[in-house]
């Protein structure tokens, strides 16, 4: 079964940029999304399409795929932005994957 | 605004069934595919299964096949998913959640509803 990869935590301090990782193979021929979640609330789409952003997601969050791997890149990174972030894609069989997730810590 | 609502959760038994409800608001209901997601207790995400507008294209993670069955009532605008066979390793919080289009992306999640199988 296919399998997306995560760091399972990234520290980052306030204004500067945070990059989290998602690794699978041949990835970048696959359409990435990613989720925030934030403690007792459901997830959020903040990226679709490996680089799409939502109306509402402001532009500091960008993502890229390439290879095997894509990244969810936060700009000025703010207190608000410590959250879960989980990378997710469909495989051959239109089954959906996820990582498990990366716990965004705002020091 | 888009919105999400479940229901159909509870405390069942090993072995047992139960039947998940999602009702939608807010877009056209039979122009997108739906899905269930479930998140267990301080675990991440798992894809559990999928539907298309016309319920043409049924899927499911290995997880779950075989024992759960979704479907869709569009003149409802409603999802289900029929839960058999449950185990203890299949408590979790199961968000309804609608995708942008044809298994794009999953672009609004309901609430959730807690199913706990315990004895």
């Known amino acids: 079964s296919y399998e997306l990869t995560q760091p399972p935590s990234v520290s980052v301090s306030p204004g500067q940029t945070a990059s989290i990782s998602c690794s699978g193979d041949e990835l970048g021929a696959k359409f990435v999304s990613w989720y925030q979640q934030k403690p007792g609330q459901s997830p959020v789409l903040i990226i679709f399409r490996d680089r799409e952003r939502p109306s509402e997601i402001p532009e500091r969050f960008s993502g890229s795929n390439s290879g095997n791997t894509a990244t969810l890149t936060i700009s000025e990174t703010q207190a608000m932005d410590e959250a879960d972030y989980f990378c997710?894609?469909?495989?051959?069989?239109?089954?959906?994957?996820f990582g498990a997730g990366t716990k965004v810590t705002v020091l | 605004e888009v919105q999400l609502v479940e229901s159909g959760g509870g405390l069942v038994q090993p072995g047992g069934s139960l039947r998940l409800s999602c009702v939608a608001s807010?877009?056209?209901?039979?122009?997108?595919?739906m899905h269930w997601v479930r998140q267990a207790p301080g675990k991440g995400l798992e894809w559990v299964s999928g539907?298309?507008?016309?319920?043409?294209?049924?899927d499911y993670a290995d997880s779950v096949k075989g024992r759960f069955t979704i479907s869709r009532d569009n003149s409802k605008n409603s999802v289900f998913l029929q839960m058999d066979s449950l185990r203890v390793e299949d408590t979790a919080l199961y968000y309804c959640v609608k995708d942008y289009g044809y298994y794009v992306s999953l672009d609004h999640w309901g609430q959730g509803t807690l199913v706990t199988v315990s004895s």
């Open positions: 807010g877009f056209t209901f039979d122009d997108y595919a």
């Open positions: 997710q894609a469909w495989d051959s069989n239109n089954a959906g994957v």
């Open positions: 539907i298309t507008w016309n319920s043409g294209s049924l």
